[in-house]
């Protein structure tokens, strides 16, 4: 093992600085590779983890205001109608953002849905059962981007699992 190999479990950031020197100057020989290309990939999978937990909030988010605005008290929804809005605002922010700066990931949110979808409504926080909720996802790629659109409140009716 290299002294810059060594230095990858030692210090990272002295690491970083390292290889960053020797790509600038053309020193490909030098350079730690193997260290380097799993950084890459760990990245390109960060990327997507963070794009899917994005996903996740917002359609919990999504789901719960859609399903329990109706059954709010008038006190308690001048409190929570105000919240649920702000957290699907940040998070579709936070999806355009990470879409407009990996622009690769875009095809990759349609394959993300269902993992998302089940994911949020297997969300604990909700305080509805899982069978509250359609089997897939109610919302299309376009609605879940769109800053205008909100479901529309209904009642926590019971969806048949197919």
Known sequence: MSDLSDLYDTDYGE???????????????????????EELDDRA??????????LTILLAHLLK???QLPQLSER????????W????????DRLAKRLRETPSLKPVLSQMLPKAYADAVAAKERGLPAATFPPSCPYGEAELLDESFYP????????ERA
């Not at 690491?15 to 350079?31: H, I, K, P, T, V």
């Not at 809005?85 to 579709?92: A, C, D, L, N, V």
């Not at 209904?154 to 969806?159: E, I, K, L, N, P």
């Open 15 to 37: 690491w970083a600085r390292r290889n960053a020197r020797l790509l600038s100057a053309g020193d490909f020989g030098g350079l730690d590779v193997a260290h380097l290309l």
């Open 76 to 83: 308690r929804r001048e409190f929570d109608g105000r919240s």
């Open 45 to 54: 999978k960060s990327e997507r983890r963070e794009l899917e937990n994005r």
């Open 85 to 92: 809005p702000s957290t699907i605002i940040e998070q579709r």
């Open 65 to 67: 205001r859609q399903s």
């Open 152 to 159: 529309r409140a209904t009642s926590a009716a019971v969806h």
